[in-house]
Nanobody, 126 residues
Framework: QVRVVESGGGLVQPGGSLRLSCVAS????????MGWFRQAPGKEREFVAA????????YDANSVKGRFTISRDNARNTVYLQMNSLKPKDTAVYLC???????????????????WGQGTQVTVSS
């Protein structure tokens, strides 16, 4: 049984940083591209970033480019999202998901992901 669990969310001031972690179990981790999405209250789920199964390729949404960095440690079955220069508009529940392919093609699309975590809340506020 595949399980995806996020952690690391919290309250941070504007301009601050957070690192989210996501551990996936029950799958051959390196065979899955991994993605981060976010959903703010009253808004649709939004793609944030994705990383290929090997970790050699990444893809970021324009809204986070230059501020957020996705990475992974296949030995630990873990993917990370380092978030810097956080803004109030980054406030959302952040969800991690495992894609049914090790490649990034279509990684910005929700329907390409088979397994989702429950999410972790990130609040950016002074």
């Amino acid at each position: 049984q595949v399980r995806v669990v996020e952690s690391g969310g919290g309250l941070v001031q504007p301009g601050g940083s957070l690192r989210l972690s996501c551990v996936a179990s029950g799958l051959r981790f390196s065979s899955y591209a991994m993605g981060w999405f976010r959903q703010a209250p009253g808004k649709e789920r939004e793609f944030v970033a994705a990383i290929s199964g090997s970790g050699g390729s990444t893809y970021d949404a324009n809204s986070v480019k230059g501020r957020f960095t996705i990475s992974r440690d296949n030995a630990r079955n873990t993917v990370y999202l380092q978030m810097n220069s956080l803004k109030p508009k980054d406030t959302a529940v952040y969800l991690c998901a495992a894609k049914a392919s090790r490649y990034l093609r279509g990684s910005y699309l929700e329907n390409g992901y088979d397994n989702w975590g429950q999410g972790t809340q990130v609040t950016v506020s002074s």
